[in-house]
């Protein structure tokens, strides 16, 4: 088992308009003159959340390392819901996940809404849990506030070389950040690319960054194939799904070509669905070595809610080996 090491990768990124790389560079050279430890609280925590993302705990190597040879894979994809600043339930919500993870004997997890506070990291402790090697970048919020936010990339198979990350769109608002956490993971079957992301909510906004993050997938992988899955916050009916999808395998339509399959409800207090969408995708990119999805699945945990999205469960197999699944 590799250590578990914490260090810093740079993110990818589109560049600050000039007004604000102007401002940014005055208000450093200003802190500098001033001395941060001068400076008030209030203005300390505002410093640590506007930290530039990229904060990153990686444990490269499995518990220990699988023997199987080249077969099926299992890809989840969950929003495991942070829930700030309740964290209602969050370690039995979190308990009821991994359980449901073994129970698919899932080898690799893309996750969002992976929560630290002071007591808890759930990083580590699915780390751990799962007996998978990990890597976890910072998102949104601040360990010195007591809370902070970010993506997850698990596996049964090592890891390789450092993470990639992308931070898309809102370059100029330091306090609201969404990611793409990239990775390369070496399978039996040969390496592939898996990249977990949480897009913004306002439309306009999204359809940016999943361009951002189409054409970066795109860069980042150079031919390889890559699954990227997360919390797209886009219904499928949207022009930047279908823009997507032109490329990309929609993992879930490659099996149920037709219905309604939300991911995330809200319900009227007397219990009538007021909201009903599929927001949460597993996608394919196909590339080289290559792979054909098997089966597709929308999942809640058995033994009570692990978030407020369902998850998404995907297995994938290389395209000379595609065995028969029991429907």
Same mark, same amino acid.
């Given at each position: 088992?590799?250590?578990?090491?914490?260090?810093?990768?740079? *993110?990818?990124?589109?560049?600050?308009?000039?007004?604000?790389?102007?401002?940014?560079?005055?208000?450093? =050279?200003?802190?500098?003159?001033?001395?941060?430890?001068?400076?008030? #609280? %209030?203005?300390?925590?505002?410093?640590? +959340?506007?930290?530039?993302?990229?904060?990153?705990?990686? @444990?490269?190597?499995?518990?220990?390392?699988?023997?199987?040879?080249?077969?099926?894979?299992?890809?989840?994809?969950?929003?495991?819901?942070?829930?700030? *600043? !309740?964290?209602?339930?969050?370690?039995? $919500?979190?308990?009821?996940?991994?359980?449901?993870?073994?129970?698919?004997?899932?080898?690799?997890?893309?996750?969002?809404?992976?929560? $630290?506070?002071?007591?808890?990291?759930?990083? &580590?402790?699915?780390? &751990?849990?799962?007996?998978?090697?990990?890597?976890?970048?910072?998102?949104?919020?601040?360990?010195?506030?007591?809370? #902070?936010?970010?993506?997850? +990339?698990?596996?049964?198979?090592?890891?390789?070389?450092?993470?990639?990350?992308?931070?898309?769109?809102?370059?100029?608002?330091?306090?609201?950040? !969404?990611?793409?956490?990239?990775?390369?993971?070496?399978?039996?079957?040969?390496?592939?690319?898996?990249?977990?992301?949480?897009?913004?909510?306002?439309?306009? @906004?999204?359809?940016?960054?999943? $361009?951002?993050?189409?054409?970066?997938?795109?860069?980042?992988?150079?031919? =390889?194939?890559?699954?990227?899955?997360?919390?797209?916050?886009? *219904?499928?009916?949207?022009?930047?799904?279908? /823009? +997507?999808?032109?490329?990309?395998?929609?993992? %879930?339509?490659?099996?149920?070509?037709?219905?309604?399959?939300?991911?995330?409800?809200?319900?009227?207090?007397?219990?009538?669905?007021?909201?009903? /969408?599929?927001?949460?995708?597993?996608?394919?990119?196909?590339?080289? *070595?290559?792979?054909?999805?098997?089966? +597709?699945?929308?999942?809640?945990?058995?033994?009570?809610?692990?978030?407020?999205?369902?998850?998404?469960?995907?297995?994938?197999?290389?395209?000379? %080996?595609?065995?028969?699944?029991?429907?």
């Amino acid at each position: 088992m590799s250590s578990r090491r914490n260090f810093y990768v740079k *993110p990818h990124r589109e560049e600050y308009p000039r007004f604000y790389r102007r401002l940014w560079s005055s208000v450093k =050279r200003l802190l500098n003159w001033i001395g941060y430890e001068r400076l008030p #609280e %209030f203005a300390k925590v505002a410093l640590s +959340v506007a930290q530039s993302a990229g904060h990153v705990s990686m @444990q490269s190597g499995a518990y220990p390392i699988p023997a199987d040879g080249c077969g099926v894979m299992s890809v989840m994809s969950a929003n495991l819901w942070h829930d700030w *600043p !309740r964290f209602k339930d969050l370690e039995k $919500r979190l308990e009821a996940f991994a359980a449901l993870a073994e129970s698919e004997r899932t080898d690799l997890l893309l996750l969002q809404e992976v929560a $630290r506070i002071p007591s808890f990291h759930a990083d &580590e402790w699915l780390a &751990e849990r799962l007996k998978m090697a990990y890597v976890y970048s910072r998102a949104n919020g601040s360990q010195r506030l007591g809370f #902070e936010e970010g993506l997850g +990339v698990y596996s049964r198979f090592p890891l390789k070389r450092l993470p990639y990350i992308r931070q898309m769109g809102q370059a100029h608002n330091p306090f609201s950040r !969404r990611l793409a956490l990239g990775v390369e993971v070496d399978t039996p079957c040969g390496e592939i690319m898996a990249f977990s992301t949480h897009l913004g909510l306002a439309r306009k @906004q999204n359809a940016k960054q999943l $361009r951002e993050l189409h054409g970066w997938v795109g860069d980042v992988s150079a031919g =390889r194939s890559a699954v990227i899955a997360g919390d797209f916050n886009a *219904p499928e009916h949207t022009h930047q799904i279908r /823009h +997507v999808r032109s490329t990309w395998l929609d993992t %879930f339509r490659e099996i149920h070509t037709h219905g309604h399959a939300p991911t995330y409800e809200i319900r009227w207090p007397w219990g009538g669905v007021f909201i009903s /969408h599929r927001l949460d995708y597993i996608f394919l990119q196909p590339g080289k *070595p290559s792979w054909q999805v098997v089966e +597709v699945r929308h999942l809640d945990a058995p033994d009570g809610s692990h978030s407020d999205h369902r998850a998404v469960l995907a297995r994938l197999a290389p395209s000379h %080996f595609m065995p028969q699944v029991d429907q």
